[in-house]
T-cell receptor, first 110, second 115 residues
Framework: TQLLEQSPQFLSIQEGENLTVYCNSS?????LQWYRQEPGEGPVLLVT?????EVKKLKRLTFQFGDARKDSSLHITAAQPGDTGLYLC??????????FGTGTKLQVIP | KAGVTQTPRYLIKTRGQQVTLSCSPI?????VSWYQQTPGQGLQFLFE???????NKGNFPGRFSGRQFSNSRSEMNVSTLELGDSALYLC??????????????FGPGTRLTVT
């Protein structure tokens, strides 16, 4: 059973476009993380959100944790080719039990 | 500060063999988690070790096992390899204390191919 569903699964956009990736669950998480993974490498942590409704910005990336702490979104403004990769959300429940989302593969075309 | 290292990076084994993968966490990190990543199933949690004890376990058969040493280095072992065990095996380290955020830092992974 996949507890964290991400949408869309695949996204191919032109450089300069905006996009939003969603991470949804029926479970409540104590915190939620976003990672980016490039081919042949391990995921790299981008951000952790802890409080319901919290918004964090990392340059052109904006992360939001849902009010009920069951969902999150990642918005990228003016996407660049360097943003290409697999984006993974991960929910933390209980004592350090982490569940990863299904992943969103993003390709930004120059 | 050095990152998480995993050895070997690539491995080819045949069905029925066993394999041991190694992970060295970031200095000062006491928790090591192992994950299996495949195109079909995504990133699946195997187990987590903290201070040489297995603290959490995912839903994998007993052929998958691990251990952690006193210096926090960890190994995972897969016995009686099956074709379906072909995957990228990722190790992640974290401080491991009581944290709400539980931030993990991943190694580059070991690509295991079973033929």
């Amino acid at each position: 059973t996949q507890l964290l569903e991400q949408s869309p699964q695949f996204l191919s956009i032109q450089e300069g476009e905006n996009l939003t990736v969603y991470c949804n669950s029926s479970s409540v998480f104590s915190s939620l993380q976003w990672y980016r993974q490039e081919p042949g490498e391990g995921p790299v942590l981008l951000v952790t959100v802890v409080t319901g409704g919290e918004v964090k910005k990392l340059k052109r990336l904006t992360f939001q944790f849902g009010d009920a702490r069951k969902d999150s979104s990642l918005h990228i403004t003016a996407a660049q080719p360097g943003d290409t990769g697999l984006y993974l959300c991960a929910g933390v429940r209980g004592y350090q039990k982490v569940t990863f989302g299904t992943g969103t593969k993003l390709q930004v075309i120059p | 500060k050095a990152g998480v290292t995993q050895t070997p990076r690539y491995l080819i084994k045949t069905r029925g063999q066993q394999v041991t993968l190694s992970c060295s966490p970031i200095s000062g990190h006491r928790s090591v988690s192992w994950y299996q990543q495949t195109p079909g199933q995504g990133l699946q949690f195997l187990f987590e070790y903290f201070s040489e004890t297995q603290r959490n376990k995912g839903n994998f058969p007993g052929r998958f096992s691990g251990r952690q040493f006193s210096n926090s280095r960890s190994e995972m072992n897969v016995s009686t390899l099956e074709l379906g065990d072909s995957a990228l095996y990722l190790c992640a380290s974290s401080l491991g204390g009581a944290q709400t955020s539980y931030e993990q830092y991943f190694g580059p992974g070991t690509r295991l191919t079973v033929t």
